[in-house]
């Protein structure tokens, strides 16, 4: 099952599938001391091992979060709207051009 997931996440520590999901309800992932959360939690999940990165997406210095920071709605956006669990190193990116600014155009 799952032929095409290749686990790079920590694979020295993190050998296995049920390191994160639960063994019996595959619909729930396991904290540390065996609680289920669901998939909707998985930031906690996450926050056991990348403590730093969890305590600055809870002060939204990293991560994403759209919507009003006093008041309103908010929407916090998971680990996993970033990071592929199974994989989560970034691919290089593409830099942007840089931002064209009129002065160049005079003096071009």
Partial sequence: MHTEIKLRHAPEVIQ????CHDVKNR???HLIDGELIDFTDSYRLCGQC???NYRDWKAAIHGKRVGYFS???RT????VNCHSPH????RPLKPEPP?????DQRNG
Avoid: N, S
């Fill in 76 to 79: 916090y956006f998971l680990c």
């Fill in 27 to 29: 619909d729930k992932l």
């Fill in 71 to 73: 008041g309103g709605k």
């Fill in 16 to 19: 296995w599938c049920f390191a």
């Fill in 50 to 52: 990348h403590g730093t």
């Fill in 99 to 103: 931002p064209f600014r009129r002065e």
């Fill in 87 to 90: 994989d989560p190193k970034f």
